[in-house]
């Protein structure tokens, strides 16, 4: 039990140590990108991605076996291989809404071209559809999709190695390339979103470095499917970048910068907590990046976390919205990442752990790619959450069971 900031008594739920659920042999990552449940609506399967990849940029030549982590038997079900993958995202594997404990879609590299890949892991029968996915509708009927080589270029630890795609890197804002709608009942694709416009529509910001490429980096459907949120960035003159937040409908309409002035408060990490309130991570007013709440089309920004949480962090929303799961990077004295679990109602806030991450993952004069976040992952009953750590000097995926239960 915690007392609020308002005064109000927080019933925390009881908590169990965090449980390696994969095995040492090789490393081990959650398919996906955090936020993004990796368990099947039964919550007997995570996918997972098993690698003997471990300190460097992963290339097309690196096949990653993506399989089932069976938590009732302990064992790992290969269902297939990828070549489209990276340490941050995976192979952003989703379960599939109307089917959310037999058919998964994840990225690959085929006949030399990125591709998504619907999956039936009872049947194993596959079903090809001819660009990659960057998010899934809750309905799992619609996807988004990105150019994953221009990222290659862009942000080479969220892009995919192979040339899979035109990245069209002498033009900074292709009229041709942006954001594209996905049918998965068809396979077929709409640009509804060209970088043309986008660059039309909210501008440049100042000192941008000379023929830098206008580029994206994260996309996510609301909780009913209805609007969508993402990242624009293009590069600083003289290093780094700059980020506005964007909303727009899923037909293209409506392009909406979440904050005021599109290019100042950036933006970094995100979750939808109902259909039009959003969580963003951003530099709130000029400041450092927080964990910022509001409604989509106002002004009615609220900091989370008491100011426990001054800092940039994964937050993803339980389920039911009651909880919101939140992690840190490395701290400077011991090194250990946070784990992190805030009562919406109180914004009190409860350690499920602290992580240490060896400096030859994340540390001075070692490059980012092959970086460990946390990503925590809620399950679908909001009484587990799954993250990645390399607190045993492995890559590995871990569970915390709430309220004390465990497989």
């Not at 079903?127 to 996915?133: E, F, L, W």
């Amino acid at each position: 039990m915690s007392e609020g900031y308002y005064g109000g008594t927080v019933h925390f739920p009881k908590v169990s140590r965090a449980q390696r659920v994969t095995g040492v042999q090789r490393e081990h990552l959650l398919a996906t990108y955090y936020g993004i449940t990796s368990f099947d609506s039964n919550e007997r399967y995570i996918t997972v991605l098993e690698t003997e990849v471990r300190e460097r940029l992963p290339t097309v030549d690196d096949v990653a076996t993506l399989g089932l982590l069976d938590l009732k038997r302990g064992e790992f079900i290969r269902l297939s291989q990828t070549r489209a993958w990276n340490f941050q995202q995976g192979c952003m594997a989703h379960w599939l809404g109307e089917v959310p404990h037999s058919m998964i879609i994840y990225n690959d590299f085929r006949d030399e071209k990125f591709v998504s890949v619907v999956h039936d892991v009872s049947s194993n029968k596959e079903i090809i559809i001819p660009r990659p996915i960057s998010g899934v509708s809750p309905d799992g009927r619609r996807a988004l999709s990105i150019n994953f080589a221009r990222l290659r270029i862009t942000r080479p630890d969220y892009g995919y190695d192979g040339n899979g795609d035109n990245p069209r890197a002498d033009e900074p804002y292709p009229t041709e390339d942006g954001l594209f709608l996905i049918d998965l009942d068809t396979g077929g694709s709409e640009l509804i979103m060209p970088y043309s416009d986008m660059k039309g529509l909210i501008g440049l910001p100042p000192d941008v470095q000379p023929n830098s490429l206008l580029w994206l980096n994260h996309t996510i459907f609301n909780r009913d499917g209805t609007r969508i949120f993402f990242l624009v960035r293009i590069n600083k003159r003289g290093g780094g970048w700059y980020t506005a937040s964007i909303t727009l409908n899923t037909d293209g309409s409506d392009l909406r910068p979440v904050f005021p002035s599109p290019w100042n408060w950036g933006g970094s990490h995100y979750d939808w907590l109902s259909r039009d309130r959003l969580m963003v991570t951003a530099r709130y007013q000029e400041t450092g990046y927080v964990p910022t709440l509001f409604t989509d089309g106002k002004d009615d920004y609220r900091i989370l976390g008491n100011g426990l949480l001054d800092f940039d962090g994964h937050g993803t929303f339980s389920p039911n919205g009651k909880w919101m799961a939140f992690d840190s990077y490395p701290d400077s004295n011991f090194h250990k990442q946070n784990l992190l679990l805030m009562d919406m109602t109180t914004n009190a806030v409860l350690s499920l752990g602290r992580f240490y991450e060896p400096l030859r993952f994340y540390g001075p004069g070692i490059p980012e790619y092959w970086r460990c976040d946390l990503h925590p992952c809620w399950s679908p009953k909001g009484d587990m959450i799954a993250f990645n750590s390399t607190h045993e000097n492995t890559r590995q995926v871990y569970v915390v069971h709430l309220n004390g239960r465990e497989s």
